[in-house]
C-alpha cells in the first residue's frame, strides 16, 4: 500500500505568490517527497478556476517525472471526455516513459458543465462517453495503434467514481476505482464480472479528506479559510452553466470539527499521523487498497503547515498504517 500526495496547483488571491514561483515551489515539494520515500504524486483537474486549478495533469506529472526517481506518477483525475483519446494515449505513453515506467492515470467524468462548454464537449452523456473514451485509450495501447507505447504493459488505469454507475464502468473496464467505499466496492466488483474480469483483480484507492499536523488544534484555524475557498469553489462549479442557484457562501467557521456519529469522513479532518493511522486502518479494513492519497496542501495554506504535512505523511504514516494493519 503506497501512501500518496495530491496537488492541484491552486494559488488563490489572497494568498497569491507569483505563478512561476509556485510552479517551481511545487516541483521542489514533488523532489523532498521523492526524496522522503513518498509512495506517489498525483495531479488533478479542472477548468476555468479564477485560482488557476490545474488544467493539464499530464503535463505537470511530466515535469514531476523528470525530477523525481521513485514516486508513482499519477492522474487523480484527468478528464477523458475533453481531449481525443489518442491525444491522451500518446500523451499519457511520453510520461510514462519520461518516468521510467512509473505511470498511475486516473480518469473521471467530471462534472463542470461550463467545462464541457470550453471544449465543446457533451455534458449530458458524459457517464456514456468517459467508459467509450477510456476503453478507445485501452484499445490504442492494446493494438499499438499510436507510437511510441508506454514501457508499462499495461499501465495501471484507474476510474475515479462516486456512484454506482461510475463503479460499474471501472469494473467493465478493468479498471482499478479510484474510491474507497464498501458500498461501491459491491457495485465495482459486480462490474468487473459483466466485463469477463477476474474478481480477484480488484484493487481501490481514494483521495482522503486528511492533512497531519503535530498540533491539529492549532493548524485547524490556520488551515479553516484555506479549506472555506476550496469548498466555495467547488460548490460554485457545480451550479455555474446550471439553472441551481449559486450556493451560499461557507466560511471557516462553518465546518464542524467533530466527526459525524456514522463515522464517516468530514469535509477535511487535521489530525496527528497517529491518529489519522487508526482513522484510515478503521475505513479500509477488507478492501483492497493499493494507494492512498493525501493532499498535499489546501488551495494555499501557510507553507510551514505544508512542508510539515509532507514530511509527516511520508516520514511517519507509513509506519503507523502498517503497525494498525498488523494489529488487525
Known amino acids: 500500500m503506497q501512501v500518496g500526495l495530491l496537488f492541484d496547483l491552486r494559488n488563490p488571491e489572497p494568498w497569491q505568490r507569483p505563478w512561476t514561483d509556485h510552479y517551481a515551489r511545487s516541483l ?13 504524486l498525483w495531479f488533478t483537474e479542472h477548468h476555468l478556476f479564477e485560482d488557476g486549478y490545474l488544467p493539464q495533469p499530464l503535463t505537470m506529472a511530466a515535469a514531476a517525472a523528470a525530477r523525481t526517481r521513485n514516486a508513482r506518477i499519477g492522474t487523480a483525475v484527468m478528464l477523458p471526455n475533453l481531449r481525443h483519446p489518442a491525444h491522451i ?11 521510467g515506467g512509473r505511470l498511475e492515470l486516473g480518469f473521471g467524468a467530471g462534472y463542470g458543465v461550463l467545462e464541457y462548454a470550453l471544449f465543446g464537449a457533451d455534458h449530458g452523456r458524459r457517464f456514456r462517453n468517459v467508459e467509450r473514451n477510456i476503453g478507445e485509450v485501452l484499445r490504442l495501447w492494446r493494438e499499438a495503434d499510436v507510437t511510441p507505447l ?23 473496464l478493468g479498471l482499478g476505482l479510484l474510491h474507497i467505499s464498501p458500498e461501491m466496492f459491491e457495485h ?12 480477484a483483480s480488484a484493487r481501490v484507492s481514494d483521495l482522503l479528506p486528511v492533512i497531519l499536523a503535530d498540533d491539529p488544534e492549532a493548524a485547524w484555524p490556520r488551515v479553516a479559510p484555506h479549506l472555506a475557498h476550496q469548498k466555495n469553489t467547488y460548490r460554485a462549479t457545480w451550479a455555474a452553466g446550471t439553472d441551481l442557484p449559486t ?6 467557521e462553518d465546518f464542524p470539527e467533530e466527526r459525524p456519529a456514522d463515522g464517516s469522513w468530514t469535509m477535511l479532518e487535521i489530525l496527528t499521523p497517529e ?40 516520514d511517519r504514516l507509513p509506519e503507523l498504517l502498517e503497525k494498525a494493519s498488523a494489529g488487525g
Open 188 to 199: 465495482y466488483r459486480a462490474g468487473l464480472v459483466e466485463g469477463g474480469h477476474d474478481p
Open 150 to 172: 508506454p514501457v508499462q504493459d499495461p499501465v495501471p488505469v484507474w476510474g475515479g467514481f462516486y456512484g454506482p454507475r461510475g463503479a460499474g464502468i471501472a469494473g467493465r
Open 247 to 252: 450556493p451560499p457562501l461557507l466560511h471557516p
Open 28 to 40: 521542489e515539494l514533488c523532489e523532498e517527497a521523492d526524496r522522503r520515500g513518498v509512495g506517489g
Open 275 to 314: 491518529d489519522a493511522a487508526v482513522r484510515i486502518h478503521e475505513k479500509i479494513r477488507g478492501l483492497p487498497v493499493q494507494h492512498l492519497i493525501f493532499w498535499a496542501s489546501v488551495a494555499g495554506m501557510p507553507d510551514d503547515l505544508v512542508v510539515r504535512n509532507i514530511e509527516l505523511i511520508t
Open 89 to 99: 494515449a500518446e500523451e499519457a505513453a511520453v510520461v510514462d516513459l519520461i518516468s
